[in-house]
């Protein structure tokens, strides 16, 4: 499956993004999809991931109340909506998936058999 991650861009403190990925090559049902990010000179870290049918989602603490996953396995792609951002939210996003019907949450990044290029999120103060 390839994966296409979308929607970033600059945003002022307390705004909000939308991040989409796009799965393609295969029917994206049975995919559990996770997001990480990277910020400069930091090390990847999760930030959220929905179970292959959307039934169970998990968020990183530090994103938990603001972020919101969810998908649409009609149309092959898994959301990211962002609201109250802050500039320590500032990074390179990525999502991630794996073949995975279960309700097992994956957190590692070494969970993930593919992964997408990611999408740039600025946020202003």
């Known amino acids: 499956v390839q994966l296409q991650a979308s929607g970033g861009g ?10 989409s990925c796009l799965a393609s090559g ?17 090390e990847r870290e999760f930030v959220a991931t929905i179970s292959w049918n959307g039934g169970r989602t998990y968020y ?8 919101t996953v969810s998908r649409d396995n009609a149309k092959n792609t898994v959301y990211l909506q962002m609201d ?10 990525s999502c991630a998936a794996v073949f995975r019907v279960g309700a097992t949450m994956m957190v590692r990044d070494d969970d993930y058999d ?3 290029q990611g999408t740039q999120v600025t946020v202003s103060s």
């Open 114 to 116: 593919y992964w997408g």
């Open 60 to 67: 990183a603490d530090s994103v938990k109340g603001r972020f």
């Open 26 to 42: 295969r029917t994206f049902s049975g995919y559990a999809v996770g997001w990480f990010r990277q910020a400069p000179g930091k």
């Open 10 to 19: 600059l945003v002022q403190t307390g705004g909000s993004l939308r991040l």
């Open 84 to 93: 109250s951002l802050k500039p320590e939210d500032t990074a390179v996003y």
